[in-house]
Structures are given as C-alpha cells and as structure tokens.
C-alpha cells in the first residue's frame, strides 16, 4: 500500500495563477483532509471531507476550494494563489468514522507562491 | 491565538538523557494524539489517548492525558539520536467537528 500520495511535491507559482493540488489514498479512509503548515504555526487544517459526497470548511479555508472526487481522492484547488499561501500543504485521510481520529498524512506539497 | 500550547519550542539534549515534552490547553479535547514529523516528511501519529489520566508507552516513550483532559506529557527515556524530529500534539473537540495541532517542539538528540 502506498498511503497517502500527493502530487505535486514542489510548485512555484507567480500570483494571480491558479493550481490544483492532489491527494489521493489506498487505505478505502472515509475521511480525508487538507492542512497547512508554516513556521511557528503548526498545522491547520483548510478543508475536510467526513465522507464521499460531503465537505466542509476548515480554520483557514479562504482561498481555497476542494473537491472530493471518489472515496479514494480529495484535491484542493487555489484560483488566484497569493504570497500569502506560501506554505507547506498535507493531505490527510482517517478511517474512523467519526472525523480527526488517527490520521495518516501524505509526504506534503511544498508551494511557493512569488 | 494557538488552542494548544507545546513546551518547549525547542530541545536540544544529549544521547542518553531523558526528557519530558508538554501539550496544554484551556480547552477540553475528547483525544489527543501525539505526531513525530521529520524534515520533508509528513507527520505520523505515534499514540492516541482518550481517557483523562490515560497513560500509554509505546518502548521508550511514555504518554499522559491530564485528568481533565485539558494537557498531555511526553515523556522519552534514554533518549537516542533515531529520536529527533518535531513533536507535534493534536486534539480534538469534544463533539469531534474540529482538531487543533499545536506548534510542536522541535527535539534534537545529539550522538
């Protein structure tokens, strides 16, 4: 089983452009999750999605959109990327049922936004 | 504002030495999990703990929840180079919609 898998794991991007982030896991987790992590900050968390078909907004989720495209994917979507969203992105996926419980976290997508 | 506050920021100890890590909060957590993070990898979660006053060992590492499930201790005996990384602690609200990582702290164990 590969986990966790996010693609792509570095991107620089001028402001104003737009990309997708990718996450994708083998382990059937109902829940899956995107979080960022800066500097003295720890991680917090954008969006979640508790299960197929559901999503919801996180601490942090402007300026960002997700979609939960299957049970195995969860992609984040940023349409104007600013400096400010230079961070370190980690796609997260459980399988308990009741949401935060035992994550297991892909290797992380390092974006820099200029 | 950080819901949870870890301590220290930073620890730098040698081979050998045995130390203690916190995670503590105002809020009360249903669980709180204990994650080790490496450079340019993702965190991974070394225990959960869900009853207040919870103690778990996992070989040399030995995790608390406070009674009032509000904090948490790491504790790491002898602790050995393999042991670096960052320490991050997570807790979960009580009705389970939302989870807060603290900053971590940042352990370095020196040969």
């Known amino acids: 089983n590969a986990g966790v898998t996010q693609t792509p794991k570095f991107q620089v991007l001028k402001t104003g452009q737009s990309m997708t982030l990718q996450c994708a896991q083998d382990m059937n987790h109902n829940s899956m999750y995107w979080y960022r992590q800066d500097p003295g900050m720890g991680l917090r968390l954008i969006y979640y999605s508790a299960s197929e078909g559901t999503t919801d907004k996180g601490e942090v989720p402007n300026g960002y959109n997700v979609s939960r495209l299957n049970k195995r994917e969860f992609s984040l979507r940023l349409e104007s990327a600013a400096p400010s969203q230079t961070s370190v992105y980690f796609c997260a996926s459980s399988e308990n049922p009741s949401v935060f419980q035992e994550q297991y976290f892909g290797p992380g997508t390092r974006l820099t936004v200029t | 504002t950080q819901l949870l506050e870890q301590s220290p920021q930073f620890l730098s100890i040698q081979e050998g030495e045995n130390l203690t890590v916190y995670c503590n909060s105002s809020s009360v957590f249903s669980s709180l999990q204990w994650y080790r993070q490496e450079p340019g990898e993702g965190p991974v979660l070394l225990v959960t703990?869900?009853?207040?006053?919870e103690v778990k060992k996992l070989k040399r590492l030995t995790f608390q929840f406070g009674d009032a499930r509000k904090d948490s201790s790491l504790h790491i005996t002898a602790a050995q180079p393999g042991d670096t990384g960052l320490y991050l602690c997570?807790?979960?609200?009580?009705?389970?919609?939302?989870?807060?990582f603290g900053a971590g702290t940042r352990l370095t164990v020196k040969p």
């Open positions: 997570a807790g979960a609200s009580d009705n389970n919609n939302d989870m807060r």
């Open positions: 703990v869900v009853t207040g006053g």
